[in-house]
């Protein structure tokens, strides 16, 4: 019904910067929410990043003033511009879409892309 795809994952030199982007296609309808998340290695997922369809932000503390979300509504998608990248950024960065709302909702995931980070 709905897929997403990412792009933007890379290797790259700390202090460096990269830009991940999501294309939404399908039956999309009712999007609560858009957003980026990560699995470090060996660690749980975690929220990067997301954003809202009113437009409110929300950003992970350890990201905050690096990582900068961004959404285009009329294209469907979601872009996580990454600068000052630290090796404790090195992921799989996971691009979400959220439809409806508790309880109803229902989660996308994208397929993954690797962001390494090297010292």
């Known amino acids: 019904q709905v897929q997403l795809v990412e792009s933007g994952g890379d290797l790259v030199q700390a202090g460096g910067s990269l830009r991940l982007s999501c294309a939404a296609s399908g039956s999309i309808s009712s999007v609560t929410a858009m957003g980026w998340f990560r699995r470090p290695p060996g660690k749980q997922r975690e929220l990067v990043a997301q954003i809202t369809s009113g437009g409110s932000m929300n950003y992970a503390d350890s990201v905050k003033g690096r990582f900068t979300i961004s959404r285009d509504n009329a294209k469907n998608t979601v872009d996580l511009q990454m600068n000052s990248l630290k090796p404790e950024d090195t992921a799989v960065y996971y691009c979400?879409?959220?439809?409806?709302?508790?309880?109803?909702?229902?989660?996308?995931w994208g397929q993954g892309t690797q962001v390494t980070v090297s010292s």
């Open positions: 979400n879409v959220r439809i409806g709302s508790f309880p109803f909702h229902y989660d996308y």
